[in-house]
């Protein structure tokens, strides 16, 4: 707890991705807060706060992540519960917002489930949202509550910085990836690709065409989510058709559901690179996948949000993924 005249700071974690829940707190020097999360029989989920919560500006971490709607509805009754015992502000930390790719209706009667999401959160009571890399910017839009919305693409550009890869060319996945990709390549010092995607149905993608010079470059495919891998693999494998020396893949999100790990290690990729928004098994993370810490960033966002400061410093406001 961190406290200043007339504020209280309070963390709480959620039960998804305790571990970088732990890490924030660790950065912000604070102990976790105090919360029992546990289940009825039939799995209906119980919260309660074990430690008095009233006039205190609480935080609360957690991830959207597998299983997606039961780390939804924990967060719900998380805010309910904070909100029922008189916490001052609520805001929920989601480094992972799920259900990003549905925000936009492609064919008829489908439903804006990230818009659902929202609407979600702030019936139940979120008065602000820290996320990171949504899938689309206008995501933001769905809330009519501050949204800080932090990218991992400095930290994931450092990373490469480092590893002083030459003849370097930073690659879309799609055209919806283009000003992600163009601020990586700018961060880098690299060239520009875009690879042309479809998807004949859900989590399946064909590599079309791809645009830019990429023959004899080192390419670093640049996406915001890994789900099965199926559209980094195959643009790994278009790219080295093409003619690329090597292939590094960067996302904030790795969801790697399966077959994602086969898929990765049958492909021709130097490297996966991804954060720790979302929980990677400690026994994936080797050989190819490396995961880099974004608690460091949160812990900043919580800390600038909390002693009224401003967080446009931890990312760039003309820049909309």
């Not at 670093?220 to 980094?232: F, L, N």
Request: charged share 20%.
């Amino acid at each position: 707890m961190i406290s200043t005249p007339g504020k209280r700071m309070m963390v709480f974690a959620g039960s998804h991705n305790r571990d970088l829940s732990e890490d924030i707190a660790r950065h912000l020097g604070v102990e976790l807060g105090n919360i029992k999360i546990s289940k009825f029989a039939n799995g209906e989920i119980y919260v309660r706060y074990l430690e008095s919560v009233r006039g205190a500006d609480i935080f609360l971490v957690q991830s959207m992540c597998e299983p997606v709607n039961a780390s939804i509805m924990e967060l719900l009754i998380m805010i309910d519960a904070a909100k029922r015992a008189s916490a001052r502000c609520i805001t929920a930390v989601i480094p992972h917002y799920g259900y990003a790719r549905q925000d936009k209706k492609s064919a008829a009667r489908e439903p804006i489930t990230a818009k659902l999401v929202a609407d979600l959160l702030t019936v139940a009571g979120a008065e602000r949202v820290i996320t990171m890399d949504l899938h689309q910017g206008q995501i933001q839009g769905f809330f009519n509550q501050p949204v800080n919305h932090l990218t991992a693409l400095p930290i994931l550009s450092d990373y490469f910085e480092g590893l002083g890869i030459g003849n370097l060319v930073v690659v879309s996945p799609d055209v919806g990836r283009v000003k992600a990709a163009k601020k990586m390549a700018d961060m880098l010092g690299a060239g520009l690709a875009i690879m042309h995607k479809g998807r004949p149905e859900h989590n399946v993608a064909e590599i079309t065409h791809v645009i830019g010079e990429v023959e004899g470059k080192n390419c670093i495919v640049a996406d915001d989510m890994i789900d099965t891998a199926g559209s980094v693999t195959e643009g790994a494998r278009a790219l080295i058709t093409k003619g690329a020396a090597k292939v590094w893949v960067a996302a904030t999100h790795g969801v790697f559901s399966p077959p994602a790990f086969d898929r990765i290690d049958a492909a021709p990729i130097e490297e996966v690179v991804i954060t720790n928004t979302l929980p990677v098994p400690e026994e994936r993370q080797h050989g190819k996948i490396r995961v880099l810490s974004v608690a460091p960033l949160f812990a900043r966002a919580i800390q600038n949000v909390y002693n009224d400061e401003s967080v446009s410093e931890l990312f760039d406001p003309d820049f909309q993924l």
